[in-house]
């Protein structure tokens, strides 16, 4: 299988806050904007694989600033990594506000994960990530650590075999002392 | 400010998985059931501390399992823990399918954390949680650990002051050695 | 078939007011607050028989107070009685306002009729109710009268063959005399 | 304040039952054309008394037949009469199947009221009806009749003031007897 | 197949703008009165035929007022002319404030053509219309003119064949001239 | 007033046909399409301007091909010309179907033209346009008479004054024979 650049299936969305999406502050629900990062992020694993996908876990998504409604949201979702059957994608939101100025500002950034499955639901291996640009390749390596405490929390894994995050925790100068 | 307890504030959404809400193998959009579990979260979050609540994150969601079209999903949201202006919030789904047995499971479990705040949006303090039953005594434990996690991973905590996650890694008697 | 209490088959449902549920006052329309009570009784029939089921008719119901946008709107859908193949099905609505106070209220009840039919759409027998509750008793007795009622109005019996309701208008005293 | 015909206010709704709005057998959910009728006889009312328009209550409404997915409904809603503050609405509805004959049968009828209300939500006084067809008279003289059986049903009339209602029961000559 | 008259299929719809369908003027988006026009006109045009229809294209629309949030538009679709397998649909659409006056404009037309298909989407001959009114005679006269345009912008006539059209910019004294 | 390209305010759009977003034929509606280019149309045309803008027209839309349920629409709008307070706006719409090939082809192309206006609704000026590549180039060239064609249609110029679009009809050597 041939393996694919994020920009290969980057996937662009454009929505516009409506009253009917907003809470009594008159901004967004953050579940609204859970369901439209899912869905742009769905089209870009769909887009790299060809195949059915579902969505396998949504990691720590942080919503650090409220957006009001009329604002323009602009989604843009871009896979990360891919592993067997499975892919990481990112999904940066942009808001714009609608004065003159139209300040446009990175407002969050949110990590799904997507499995290919055929019509019977079974998982289908996937093309390999060949990431591209700077942001791109430590999108890529940050995915495996990622990955491990994943399987740590669901308890599929050993907190010792975490290689990769064991080090997030004790960095090496400070295990030898 | 008094305390309460997390039945004090349970919340019970039961939803029909209609057309529109499914892909093409006729499963549920996880995004429609991320946005279903932010409502059932928020509406428990304001009943718990009568303020209006933005979502101000989301943990580690996993999607166990496909939801057919025509499935009844019923979410029940619990406070777990109240911090200063921020609640943690569980979210448990569970599914009956439409045959004349109707089998009853747990699909998933979401955690959502909602913030407090006036109509300015400035956060501001909501009552202690005092949990009863032993799953909520264990969830409300965990939630410390959770905190910290998000703390690291945000950039706003040292992993070596970690205390309560250190242990997850490393536990006493490895150390110890 | 074995008989089934009415909590077997609860259904609880929580929704907030939106923009586009209200009229020009900001208050809820009727018109969406039926639609969510048919949906919370179908649930609950569905779950007395775990049959597919379709609305059958609607009786008398009022709509005492305005809710305003933004409300907690609670509805309670219980099996009140079980005849051959329908069921009567009352919806209790309860409000909650989004002040500190967070009053809530019994804002009105609705009382639905469900068939259960198979997959041709022929009527097929349901489970008896036995009522535990005063309340559900209570609801249980008066489910005849209703049923007559309906019957007459729509040209199906004889007023002087329900014998219920006959009593309802004319106390047996008053009859007597 | 000038007299009505019901034919001024009369409202025509066209709709298409659509994937979302039927139930697992493909046929219309009784809640949607609850809405649906609701919203036509409330654009009737407020077209005869040009004010605000809350729904006050929904009589009796019984569903005669499925109405299959892809089906046109056409509705229409006329004011049958009007008292003090409050206007009774009938609603009409008839079904299409999308055959070449294209079948055009009336499928069922329902009852609304409506209470004309100011800015704060008081009501306020509604032109007089005029009926003029056959159906309209016949309708207009029914509809004191109805409103008795809500007033005794609500517990605000005694069921031996209701001379109309009565009459239903104990026909003139059976009273004699 | 037998002729029929443009009143044998006319369309009326009635909507009430919402929040959700109203820009930041709160006034109507075009976008939304362009979908209600085309399914107005797309089961006018389905009555006429009796036959699955599709959207072939959408003439010349123009926007002449705003429509403020609370109207109640009327939309009326009436077929102008039917070619062989097509058919010309204008929908002209009506507003009502909601003053006590209630005032009602006509705000708008449009011009829809349809193309009625088999269950394999292929083209299949539809009805001849006769105009009956003087404006619906006017329309049908104007309705090849407007055939003519879509050819030449398309690409598909070329303007010297387009007689009629031809007519409009060339008016007969000032070519002889 | 800065002029502006074209590409500062490109709109990308991408969305997945949904059950009810189709017809009978499970094939998207006229009408939904049309109401998403009017979206992405009036959000490029307001990253144009930075200010409120309303649809004023539609051009001549055909619908070449139906695009199946399950599709990944994506649409493209762009500002092909601003003239004193309004802007014409190409949208450019592809479709993918989901197979493995995931086949990606240019559906069809609108024209929408949006006016800017203040927050009493009044016309204000918006910058020009430069166009940049080949295709904004014609583009740009062609609205002119695009403009006069609409203003002949309304009734607004005389066509012996539209210079470009005569020449359309009678090409220069026709006339001088």
Not at 30 to 41: C, F, P, V
Not at 45 to 52: F, G, N, S
Not at 124 to 129: E, G, K, S, T
Request: charge should be positive.
């Amino acid at each position: 299988m041939k393996s694919k650049t994020p920009s290969e299936s980057v996937t662009v969305f454009t929505e516009i806050v409506l009253p009917n999406d907003t809470n009594n502050l008159k901004n967004l629900f953050g579940g609204q904007l859970l369901s439209w990062m899912d869905r742009a992020a769905a089209i870009a694993a769909h887009r790299h694989c060809k195949r059915i996908v579902v969505t396998a876990s949504v990691n720590n998504v942080s919503f650090a600033q409220p957006i009001p409604q009329g604002s323009i949201v602009t989604l843009e979702a871009k896979i990360s990594r891919a592993f067997t059957s499975s892919m990481e994608v990112f999904v940066d939101v942009f808001i714009e506000d609608q004065t003159v100025a139209g300040k446009k500002t990175l407002s969050n950034e949110a990590i799904y994960t997507f499995v290919a499955v055929d019509q019977l639901g079974n998982p289908i291996n996937v093309p390999a990530i060949v990431p591209e640009s700077d942001k791109e390749k430590k999108r890529f390596d940050g995915a495996l650590r990622r990955k491990q405490l994943s399987l740590i929390l669901a308890g599929k894994m050993k907190p010792s075999d975490a290689t990769e995050l064991k080090a997030l925790f004790f960095p090496k100068e400070e295990l030898e002392n």
